[in-house]
């Protein structure tokens, strides 16, 4: 078995084994006719493995810097040679969306992230402020865009690092809303109601369930507050050891 490990540079989460090789060499010709555009210069990344990226907190309809990230995180994709991107949440700001119709949708994803490079799969979960509308719509939007992959609040996927099926990443997308008991009745009236809507009980019990069954070689659990990696041992599970009281 390889050895897995989480290198975080700048915007982006990259999911390694071995072979780091420097981005000035894929863009060789580029750089030597003067061509800038799209680089992000000393970038390391690595060739032989499964690399992502993953941004956050992002909705708001272009403002804030929004655009100006979204343009480096277009880089970053590029410059890594990222599979696919993660959005940990807090996708629309300030009260997530309406419907799949809302305005949201192209004023804060899809008319910011245009850079080539972005037209990746997205694997998004919802975060307390998607609560405060309609949350299903997030997920309803899957059958829409091409990109936007949120088939469920919770979920996993699951990469063969180099076609090699016995290097296995499985990232587990928590809907983590629901299981925060400060949520319940202590902030606004429509995300306590959408949070009590949700069963939090099905969801540990499947959790439980794929981290069980689950024989890959490093296991990316991934919700809003924090990035838990458990590789072989090398990162204790924290507090969810107890909240799943798996081993």
Known sequence: MKKASIILVSLFFGFYVQCQININEIYKEEIASGYTDSIIKNINYVKKGLNFC???????????????????????????????????????????????????????????????????????????????????????????????????RYYSIHRNIENDSNNTVGIYFIDSSPLNKSYYGKKTEQISQNVMEADSAKQLNWLRSELTKSKISGRLLLHIIQFILLVKGLVKPMKWKKLLKTS
Not at 61 to 89: E, P, R
Not at 104 to 113: A, G, I, L, N, Q
Not at 119 to 143: C, F, I, K, M, R
Request: glycine share 8%; hydrophobic share 35%; charged share 20%.
């Open 54 to 152: 993953v941004i956050g907190d992002w909705g708001r309809h272009g403002q804030f810097y929004q655009k100006k990230v979204a343009y480096q995180l277009g880089n970053a994709v590029a410059g890594t040679d990222a599979s696919f991107i993660i959005s940990t949440g807090d996708n629309f700001y300030p009260a997530g969306v309406k419907s799949v119709q809302d305005p949201s949708w192209e004023k804060s994803f899809e008319d910011v992230y245009t850079h080539h490079s972005t037209y990746v799969d997205w694997y998004v979960v919802l975060g307390n402020h998607d609560y405060a509308t309609n949350p299903q719509a997030e997920v309803d939007y899957s059958n829409i865009s091409a990109r936007w992959k949120m088939p469920s």
